[in-house]
């Protein structure tokens, strides 16, 4: 199946912003998408958790929007809309029917523009309330809730900003002024800390002028503080473990290894890796803890990308009732040895390299999909083309790589080991019937759910 090729334009405002538009007519529909180049890697210590917080601050108006219009002005008029944090960017997206398109840029404009004004200590303090609300019903109460972190804590050193969550702490938030936040906005909420990628049924000349007349009188900061150095060692040099004892239905073990930093060709090769390992029912994890041996309710390994320094590879197994956690522990990590042993077969790597085929030919149908793709490369690599290499990269890996790479990775000095408990007692699961906990009812939540949920 030939590769797509994105076509698009790239060019800079006088401002700094970056706009990239790729015309595609097939639909009457337009995605925008906007990545500030901020992330939790940002903050400072005791200034932990501003870049999520302002994930909610940026729907709660600006000069010309009122507060939660931003959202009702994007329905309204058909379309959909959300925000996301993550370690390395923040981003804000609407996808719209294409005649809506000029009133998705004014209100991303707006609030990139003139958000400050009507930034109020009310209003900051209840968003303070409702992130601490979102720390509990999604991390605190939540089964298994804080895996992510508490793998991510391990897996980084204390000086390292992917060390900290990036919901942030709460003491911090609480210790937040409202200069503070402003302070935050001015240093990276500007047009050359952004990226815009106007993707579907538009004009781009169109798109240009509407840019220009809504961001262009936009000032941008000369002044954006440069990062330390993030780089890390390939491994941690020791294997970590902890047990946690938390109301939880069943026992669940999790694993986490630090790899390569996003855009490292081995980086590639781990993809494909966890690809054989759990991607479907016939990849290795799957095939035997679940279907033969039956002894994980459910189960996944991914790679958790990240170019400050280092990325994560995370997974998980659920134990099911009547199972010692141990067993299930030395079989997830037996597969793990094997594949850094030996090289994965023809037939493994020709299922893999389809399934990611159809994955990323599947996302790219997509004007949303597109349209993050090229803020993701152009924000993170300063190179929005990657979008149509990317595929060929990943098809392009080997064998032979996979297996060098899981060497490398896999180790026991690379390791971390989670081990959730049930708060009554291992027995109380161990004796449990099998049929009261189904794979989702476990927990089965995937690494990148991690604080990327938005406010939409």
């Known amino acids: 199946m030939p590769v797509p090729v994105v076509s698009f334009s790239d060019e800079r405002l006088p401002n700094g912003l970056r706009l ?23 903050e400072v210590p005791g200034k932990t958790g501003f870049a999520h917080l302002f994930e909610h601050v940026m729907f709660q108006g600006s000069a010309h929007v009122g507060k939660s219009e931003h959202m009702a002005l994007v329905q309204a008029a058909g379309g959909t809309l959300n925000g996301t944090t993550w370690l390395d960017r923040t981003n804000y997206f609407e996808t719209m029917p294409s005649h809506q398109l000029e009133l998705a840029l004014w209100l991303e404009a707006d609030r990139m523009g003139t958000l400050l004004e009507a930034l109020s200590q009310e209003n900051l303090d209840n968003q303070r309330d409702v992130v601490k609300n979102e720390k509990r019903w999604s991390y605190d109460n939540r089964p298994y809730g804080t895996w992510v972190h508490k793998l991510l804590g391990h897996l980084f050193p204390e000086w390292h900003p992917y060390h900290h969550p990036t919901i942030g702490s709460m003491e911090d938030l609480d210790a937040a002024s409202l200069e503070d936040v402003r302070h935050f906005f001015q240093t990276y909420y500007v047009p050359n800390n952004a990226v815009i990628s106007v993707v579907g049924d538009c004009d781009r000349a169109q798109v240009r002028g509407w840019v220009d007349r809504y961001f262009g009188a936009i000032p941008g900061n000369p002044a954006i503080p440069a990062l330390p150095d993030l780089s890390l060692p390939p491994v941690i040099g020791e294997e970590k473990r902890e047990v946690v004892v938390e109301k939880v239905p069943l026992p669940r073990i999790c694993f986490a290894f630090r790899g390569p930093a996003f855009g490292d060709p081995r980086l590639d090769a781990l993809d494909v890796a966890t690809q054989l390992l759990s991607g479907g029912k016939s990849s290795r994890l799957t095939r035997r803890l679940v279907r033969e041996e039956r002894i994980a309710q459910d189960l996944m390994i991914a790679t958790l990308p990240a170019v400050g320094g280092a990325s994560a590879v995370l997974g998980y197994a659920t134990v099911r009732p009547r199972v010692d956690p141990a067993v299930v522990e030395a079989a997830f990590l037996d597969e793990l040895a094997k594949l850094a042993a030996e090289p994965p077969s023809d037939d493994e790597m020709e299922r893999a390299r389809a399934l990611i085929e159809a994955d990323e030919l599947g996302a790219l149908a997509r004007v949303e999909e597109r349209a993050d793709r090229l803020s993701m490369y152009a924000t993170l690599f300063d190179d929005p083309d990657l979008v149509n290499t990317v595929l060929a990269r990943y098809l392009s890996v080997t064998a032979e790589q996979i297996r060098d790479v899981a060497a490398q990775v896999f180790r026991e000095d690379n390791r971390v080991v989670l081990t959730y408990l049930p708060a009554g007692g291992a027995t109380e699961a161990l004796e449990a019937p099998a049929e009261e906990v189904g794979p989702e009812g476990a927990g089965g939540e995937g690494a990148a759910d991690d604080e990327r949920e938005g406010e939409a």
């Open 20 to 42: 990239i538009v790729a015309e595609d007519h097939l639909a009457p529909v337009v995605a925008v998408n906007v990545w500030y180049n901020v992330g939790s890697k940002h």
